[in-house]
């Protein structure tokens, strides 16, 4: 998604959860300082030889269940704490999209066997960023959500499912299929408000229909097998 497409809905979701464009960043900033001029060549490298359909695993309550109903033949990216669920069924994700809300250890893992991590940077998380990315030994990549900073992209994209979307399309994607999405029974996690969740998942619906406007084909997973 380009960024004069993204950065108005951005002001908008800025507004309505009260979030600081400035810690945004502030954090985007530390972001690029640790990773360097890594950010950009390991972009170019997970670039070259994109699949056109990509599997994108979500952290939605069914994740679990839907893994178990799909045959798994395609590039699967993991939504942050989706990585744990995709271990556990004994799957490993070729790319983790993550603000490193999940188990940072098991994307770490992941990273060390080739997972191309994309570690997104806002106003939240910067304690985070400068405790957790430094351990990334693998192919990682800066994002943010505010316009970016030297050494950081953005591609659009809200929550870490839809996120993944956005990034998987700018690198190529032309079919998106979505595993262990659930727009209105979003996980509960401990100290995180459902009924935020709810609202930031309905941002993610709205993005991910921006992308199939822009001619994405995004559709359930497991449409897609029957």
Not at 55 to 61: A, D, S
Not at 66 to 89: F, K, P, R
Not at 135 to 152: A, D, E, H, S, Y
Not at 200 to 217: F, H, M, N, P, Q
Request: charged share 25%; net charge negative.
């Amino acid at each position: 998604m380009r960024l004069e497409k993204w950065l108005p809905m951005y002001g908008r979701i800025c507004e309505q959860f009260g979030f600081s464009q400035q810690d945004d960043l502030e954090s985007a900033r530390s972001l690029a300082r640790i990773i360097g001029d890594r950010g950009h060549r390991d972009l170019e490298r997970v670039r070259k030889g994109f699949p056109e359909r990509v599997i994108i695993c979500g952290g939605g309550p069914n994740l679990a269940d839907e893994l178990s109903a799909l045959t798994i033949e395609d590039y699967v990216v993991a939504a942050d704490c989706a990585t744990t669920v995709l271990i556990d069924a004994g799957i490993t994700p070729s790319m983790i999209v993550t603000d490193l809300d999940g188990i940072v250890e098991d994307q770490v893992d992941m990273n060390l066997r080739g997972a191309t991590v994309f570690v997104h940077a806002h106003g939240d998380n910067q304690k985070a960023i400068e405790h957790h990315v430094g351990k990334f030994p693998g192919p990682i990549v800066g994002t943010c959500q505010c316009p970016p900073p030297p050494g950081i992209v953005n591609f659009g994209g809200f929550t870490d499912g839809d996120r993944a979307a956005c990034i998987s399309a700018e690198l190529g994607a032309k079919r998106v299929l979505l595993a262990g999405f659930d727009f209105a029974n979003p996980s509960e996690k401990n100290g995180k408000s459902k009924a935020v969740k709810k609202k930031k998942l309905e941002w993610a619906r709205a993005i991910l229909d921006e992308l199939s406007k822009e001619g994405v084909r995004v559709m359930s997973a497991l449409d897609a097998e029957s």
